[in-house]
C-alpha cells in the first residue's frame, strides 16, 4: 500500500502562481506513474498531468499546458504540480494518484488506471 498526501493548496488570484506537492508514504512510490486530476463543484473529476515512472517523460491538459509543469523528485519520494498564471477556471480539488507501472508506460491520462489516490488540496482562484 501506497498512501499519498498533496499539500500547497490555497486562496489565491488571478495569476498568481502556487506549487502543489504529492508525498508517498513508501519508496515503492518511485516505481509508479504519477498524475494530477482536479475536480470543481458541480464538475466531472479531469486529468490536469501525468509524469512517467523515470519522469522523462510527462503530459499536460490542453487547458493548463504552458501554465502547469509537473515533476518529480525521486529523492525526495514526491511529485510536483507548479501551477502558474492562474485563473478563476482554476478553482478546483487536486487529487494526487499514482500506480504501479513499468518502466517504459507513457504518462498515463486515465483516472480508472489509478489505483492509490490521495485526499485532495483545495485550490481557489479569486478574480
Known amino acids: 500500500q501506497v498512501q499519498l498526501e498533496e499539500s500547497g493548496g490555497g486562496l489565491v488570484q488571478t495569476g498568481d502562481s502556487l506549487r502543489l506537492s504529492c508525498a508517498a508514504s513508501?519508496?515503492?512510490?518511485?516505481?509508479?506513474?504519477v498524475a494530477w486530476f482536479r475536480q470543481a463543484p458541480g464538475h466531472e473529476r479531469e486529468f490536469v498531468a501525468a509524469v512517467s515512472r523515470s519522469g522523462g517523460s510527462t503530459s499536460h491538459a490542453d487547458s493548463v499546458k504552458a501554465r502547469f509543469t509537473i515533476s518529480r523528485d525521486k529523492d525526495k519520494n514526491a511529485v510536483y504540480l507548479q501551477m502558474n498564471d492562474l485563473k478563476p477556471e482554476d478553482t478546483a480539488v487536486y487529487y494526487c494518484?499514482?500506480?504501479?507501472?513499468?518502466?517504459?508506460?507513457?504518462?498515463?491520462?486515465?483516472?480508472?488506471?489509478?489505483?492509490?489516490w490521495g485526499q485532495g488540496t483545495q485550490v481557489t482562484v479569486s478574480s
Open positions: 494518484a499514482s500506480k504501479r507501472c513499468i518502466l517504459t508506460m507513457p504518462p498515463i491520462l486515465q483516472a480508472e488506471s489509478y489505483n492509490y
Open positions: 513508501r519508496r515503492a512510490f518511485s516505481e509508479h506513474c
